[in-house]
């Protein structure tokens, strides 16, 4: 069996921190609307870093993702960026700090001086699987390490959901992200940033962000974070007057009942441009649709997860997206790309598009309508 040290590691950090962001406690100006009143996001849904670190195609896809990144920022120059969860697939990280694999996927957006927030998906906080060729020289694979293999001499509990995500705060000024609160713990990524208007005067746009678990718990988002938005949006928003939009990683349970049969043609009202495979839906709905339903203020709702799907459905007074896969690790070679959303102030505008990693776009859609 080869040691953990073997596996080879050649990071390179590229830390920025020259540029303003987006925290509250900082000297940095909040997120707001610039350039005619528009602001602009990019979604990087799916990336995948860190997938079979000890072969040559695992560091390869990486390199391809960041190429991906790096067209979708400077074709549509975002005024930020969501990381919409499995930056990473920690389930191939065979080193004690997968952070190192994460300081990677954000640093096609660092190096731009772009702000950003990020969610975790399913493969985040994964525990490492070791491969069975690991085994091959007794001639007996095996998926889990025997019980006889000492851990001392490394560590393969993955890296928590909130080692991730301290290191990329702690690291990163233009990281809006934020743990959330500790009462939603173990689901980390659940908070809030608020886009001012242009004249800095008032919120115009509301970005939530939930933890919809995966890894190291279930695939839900519980009941206590339907009642954190629910608290949240009657404190920040109580006459729904400022438009809300939402992010997490796994679609809800709702999204299979709009979705187009799967393989089929997409057809209006739903528009999108791959329908590849089934929903795969959270374990259980524990009242946040219903929540997000009551509210006009909510737009959309954006995911990632199934790296076959990147439509937008209507549902109720919302719409329901996803994402494009943005990185060559995951399943699927479907072409790659990044879902992009603009949001204008004057009038109110929130429209959508898919820009793809040949700089095309395709998939436009209002959802603010
Ligand atoms: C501002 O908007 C105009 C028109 O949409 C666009 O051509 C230009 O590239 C934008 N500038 C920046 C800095 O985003
Ligand atoms: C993991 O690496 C990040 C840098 O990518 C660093 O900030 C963090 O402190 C490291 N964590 C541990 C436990 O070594
Ligand atoms: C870009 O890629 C898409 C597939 O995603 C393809 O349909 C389109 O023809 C390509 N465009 C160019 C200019 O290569």
């Given at each position: 069996?080869?040691?953990?040290?073997?596996?080879?590691?050649?990071?390179?950090?590229?830390?920025?921190?020259?540029?303003?962001?987006?925290?509250?406690?900082?000297?940095?100006?909040?997120?707001?609307?610039?350039?005619?009143?528009?602001?602009?996001?990019?979604?990087?849904?799916?990336?995948?870093?860190?997938?079979?670190?000890?072969?040559?195609?695992?560091?390869?896809?990486?390199?391809?993702?960041?190429?991906?990144?790096?067209?979708?920022?400077?074709?549509?120059?975002?005024?930020?960026?969501?990381?919409?969860?499995?930056?990473?697939?920690?389930?191939?990280?065979?080193?004690?700090?997968?952070?190192?694999?994460?300081?990677?996927?954000?640093?096609?957006?660092?190096?731009?001086?772009?702000?950003?927030?990020?969610?975790?998906?399913?493969?985040?906080?994964?525990?490492?699987?070791?491969?069975?060729?690991?085994?091959?020289a007794t001639g007996i694979?095996?998926?889990?390490?025997?019980p006889s293999i000492s851990?001392?001499?490394?560590?393969?509990?993955?890296?928590?959901?909130?080692?991730?995500?301290?290191?990329?705060?702690?690291?990163?000024?233009?990281?809006?992200?934020?743990?959330?609160?500790?009462?939603?713990?173990?689901?980390?990524?659940?908070?809030?940033?608020?886009?001012?208007?242009?004249?800095?005067?008032?919120?115009?746009?509301?970005?939530?962000?939930?933890?919809?678990?995966?890894?190291?718990?279930?695939?839900?988002?519980?009941?206590?974070?339907?009642?954190?938005?629910?608290?949240?949006?009657?404190?920040?928003?109580?006459?729904?007057?400022?438009?809300?939009?939402?992010?997490?990683?796994?679609?809800?349970?709702?999204?299979?009942?709009?979705?187009?049969?799967?393989?089929?043609?997409?057809?209006?009202?739903?528009?999108?441009?791959?329908?590849?495979?089934?929903?795969?839906?959270?374990?259980?709905?524990?009242?946040?649709?219903?929540?997000?339903?009551?509210?006009?203020?909510?737009?959309?709702?954006?995911?990632?997860?199934?790296?076959?799907?990147?439509?937008?459905?209507?549902?109720?007074?919302?719409?329901?997206?996803?994402?494009r896969h943005t990185g060559?690790?995951?399943?699927?070679?479907?072409?790659?790309?990044?879902?992009?959303?603009?949001?204008?102030?004057?009038?109110?505008?929130?429209?959508?598009?898919?820009?793809?990693?040949?700089?095309?776009?395709?998939?436009?859609?209002?959802?603010?309508?």
């Amino acid at each position: 069996m080869r040691e953990c040290s073997v596996v080879p590691l050649f990071i390179l950090l590229l830390l920025n921190f020259s540029v303003s962001g987006c925290r509250a406690n900082d000297d940095k100006s909040p997120l707001r609307m610039v350039n005619g009143s528009v602001f602009k996001i990019a979604l990087f849904a799916d990336l995948h870093y860190g997938e079979n670190a000890w072969t040559d195609w695992g560091p390869a896809q990486d390199v391809k993702s960041d190429y991906v990144m790096s067209t979708v920022l400077d074709s549509e120059k975002p005024d930020f960026v969501v990381y919409l969860g499995d930056v990473i697939t920690a389930n191939n990280i065979a080193i004690q700090n997968a952070s190192v694999y994460w300081d990677k996927a954000v640093s096609p957006t660092r190096k731009r001086g772009i702000p950003w927030a990020s969610v975790f998906g399913n493969h985040d906080d994964a525990y490492f699987e070791w491969p069975s060729e690991w085994f091959s020289a007794t001639g007996i694979p095996q998926v889990n390490p025997p019980p006889s293999i000492s851990y001392s001499a490394c560590t393969f509990r993955g890296t928590t959901r909130l080692e991730l995500m301290n290191a990329e705060i702690t690291n990163n000024k233009l990281s809006c992200s934020n743990n959330g609160p500790k009462t939603l713990w173990p689901g980390v990524s659940n908070y809030v940033l608020q886009v001012l208007s242009s004249d800095g005067s008032k919120p115009v746009l509301l970005m939530y962000f939930f933890d919809s678990g995966g890894g190291s718990y279930p695939e839900v988002i519980s009941y206590a974070q339907a009642l954190w938005f629910k608290q949240q949006s009657e404190l920040l928003n109580p006459n729904a007057k400022i438009a809300e939009v939402i992010f997490w990683h796994i679609p809800s349970t709702a999204y299979s009942k709009v979705a187009p049969k799967p393989m089929s043609v997409i057809t209006k009202p739903c528009i999108g441009s791959i329908n590849k495979e089934s929903v795969a839906s959270q374990e259980a709905e524990w009242g946040i649709m219903d929540i997000l339903t009551s509210r006009p203020s909510v737009k959309a709702v954006f995911v990632g997860h199934n790296h076959g799907l990147d439509w937008c459905c209507p549902y109720k007074s919302l719409w329901f997206c996803f994402a494009r896969h943005t990185g060559y690790g995951g399943y699927g070679s479907w072409p790659r790309g990044a879902r992009i959303i603009e949001v204008t102030e004057n009038p109110f505008t929130v429209k959508s598009w898919i820009r793809m990693e040949n700089a095309s776009t395709h998939s436009y859609v209002i959802l603010s309508s």
